[in-house]
């Protein structure tokens, strides 16, 4: 077993679909000044090694981490990058807590960054030479490149979440204005938080409805946009922790579960997944990381939760496979405020990826923000005391869950 | 393709932000070889232009694959036994996709469905015949391949799915 690591401090940059005024450093240095500044007795020379993420190929720059160097003040210090797509912001979380606990000489305090600023590429691209390598086998089986995209709805991720949400508004039956209640929420949240994208505190369920489909179920006005935005996380030791901030916020349990993948196979087989909203990776994935923060009834004993949820569908699924509410009765949830910042279990109080989406960095800005709720520091603080919350991300095709319980505790120790 | 459908743009807080220097640029993307895997697709391909089908089992959990997978990923086993399926399959999900006639202008409604074939344990993307009616389409809708004319050879032989008339009782029951 490692050491104890904790959370003390996490930061964002402010998010917007086009963030003309400020290169892509600039853009990580933002989070990391907003970072240090909540936690005011720690310096960029304290920092023993660096952690750092983005999604390859959407900004058409490639290894950023080595011309970034001097903005992440990471000169002659430990650097590594993790990228893993949608889910790049979790490995990066997972890899600066990895880094602290294994207890290297020297290493106690180490800073995780993830961003994106996708208006300076194409996203189409990117998603497509991500992809490329792996469906250009359908292509020497018959299958052109227009026949595929259009199959896949334009191939972006999209293509993908609205078979699961066909297969998971069938299973519990759900209308299209319980998929708009969840982004009315959503929106709403993100209109409280200062570094939110879409910030619409007027909308109603009915405007969303009135938007066109862009691919049946989700319309225009239900998809998350694409923003440009950082986040920056600092992990140290317990005993530093505890000098560095008032409240320091346990990570008690991670965990990284790929499954099949939905929709499409490996070179060009059959897709393994038969029905992509019963996610048998998530539910694995939240058992191993709350068992190993011996946590027996999330139901019960977890007060907040960040769940990576482009589509408002996936909201509704990612909180019942997570083990948060039971099956097909997340809508009711939502209908009664469960979920709003004041119910009982808060859900996305930063409005969700729903509102704000840089892809490399969101699946990152899911534990910081549930940090954040922990310390009392959220810009959309919760009214009620939060003990213990997760942070959730998801990618690939719809198979890889990462999963962050923190809580205000160390774990308890098993008798 | 959601550019080229109708759009109308939402509210919401904006803030300007001043203008850093932005320099255009472009990539001339290379030319790539991906390298694949695919001898176990061969015996398919074969049946395939005969009209026939077939799935590869996993010898392991008994799972079957259509179309083939090399590697069994719940048991690492390189499944090894054809199985004969029949042309017969059920939407495992689908999607409506919004395209603009490049003619017209007017936005056809095309339902893409995931097929399981009878018999296999896997899903596949394919196209609904142009005859069904986009809102028909449902979960667990009964379809057959329909073949296409003349055979290349490849995936594409299956052209698109039509849609199986059944009158039996039992279907009603699993359409909700």
């Not at chain 1, 240090?36 to 960029?44: F, R, Y």
């Not at chain 1, 294994?102 to 691209?125: N, Y």
């Not at chain 1, 009135?210 to 600092?234: E, K, Q, W």
């Not at chain 2, 698109?160 to 008339?165: F, H, M, Q, R, T």
């Amino acid at each position: 077993m490692g050491r104890q690591v904790c959370i003390a401090s996490a930061g964002f940059s402010e998010h917007a679909s086009k963030r003309s005024d400020v290169s892509m450093p600039e853009l990580v240095s933002e989070a990391i000044e907003d970072c240090l500044n909540k936690a005011p007795s720690v310096d960029i020379n304290d920092i023993d090694a660096f952690v750092n993420g983005n999604m390859p190929a959407f900004e058409g720059a490639n290894m950023p981490e080595l011309w970034m160097t001097d903005w992440m003040g990471a000169r002659n210090k430990p650097l590594l990058r993790i990228t893993t797509g949608g889910t790049t912001g979790g490995s990066v979380t997972i890899g600066g807590y990895y880094t602290v606990a294994a207890g290297l000489p020297g290493i106690d305090t180490v800073l995780a960054i993830a961003f994106e600023q996708q208006s300076q590429g194409d996203t189409s691209t990117g998603l497509a030479s991500v992809a490329y390598g792996e469906i250009s086998v359908l292509n020497s089986l018959g299958i052109t490149y227009e026949q595929l995209t259009q199959l896949l709805s334009a191939g972006a991720a999209i293509g993908v979440a609205s078979y699961q949400a066909t297969n998971y508004m069938r299973r519990s039956k759900i209308t299209e204005e319980d998929l708009a209640r969840v982004v009315v929420q959503n929106r709403h949240n993100a209109a409280k938080t200062w570094w939110a994208h879409l910030k619409m505190p007027d909308l109603t369920i009915e405007d969303v409805l009135n938007t066109p489909y862009i691919s049946y179920p989700l319309r225009y006005g239900m998809v998350c946009p694409a923003s440009d935005g950082a986040c920056a996380l600092l992990f140290t030791t317990e005993e530093k922790a505890k000098e560095l901030c008032d409240i320091p916020v346990y990570v008690n349990g991670v965990a990284s579960v790929a499954n099949e993948t939905g929709v499409l196979g490996y070179n060009g087989s059959g897709a393994g997944q038969l029905d992509t909203s019963e996610q048998l990776g998530a539910m694995k994935s939240a058992e191993l990381a709350f068992n190993q923060a011996k946590i027996s009834f999330p139901r019960k004993e977890i007060d907040y939760a960040e769940v990576y949820s482009p589509f408002p569908n996936q909201e509704l699924m990612w909180v019942e496979r997570l083990g948060l509410f039971e099956e097909n009765s997340a809508t009711e949830m939502y209908k009664n405020g469960v979920t709003a910042p004041k119910g009982e279990l808060p859900i996305n109080c930063s409005g969700g990826v729903n509102s704000t989406n840089a892809i490399g960095a969101s699946a990152m800005e899911r534990p910081a923000e549930a940090a954040l709720q922990i310390m009392g520091k959220a810009s959309n603080q919760v009214p009620k005391t939060v003990h213990n919350a997760i942070g959730h991300g998801w990618g690939g095709i719809i198979n890889l869950i990462t999963m962050i319980v923190m809580g205000d505790e160390p774990a308890r120790k098993a008798k | 393709m959601s550019k080229r459908t109708l759009r109308k743009s939402m509210d919401y807080i904006k803030k300007d932000y001043v203008r850093t220097r932005t320099m255009p640029g472009s990539w001339y993307l290379s030319n790539y070889k991906f390298k694949f895997n695919i001898t176990h697709f061969k015996p398919f391909l074969d049946k395939l232009k005969e009209k026939k089908l077939v799935g590869l089992q996993c010898s392991s959990c008994n799972r079957v694959f259509f179309p083939p997978r090399l590697v069994c990923g719940k048991c690492m086993v390189k499944p090894d036994r054809w199985v004969d399926l029949r042309e017969t399959g059920r939407v495992a999900s689908f999607t409506i996709t919004y395209l603009k006639d490049p003619e017209t202008g007017d936005v056809l409604e095309r339902p893409i469905v995931l097929v399981q074939q009878d018999g296999s344990d896997t899903t596949f993307t394919a196209e609904l015949s142009p005859d069904v009616d986009y809102k028909d389409t449902y979960i667990g809708m009964p379809v057959k391949i329909h073949w296409a004319e003349d055979l290349k050879g490849g995936l594409m032989e299956i052209l698109y799915y039509d849609l199986v008339e059944d009158d039996s009782k039992d279907l009603e029951l699993r359409k909700d």
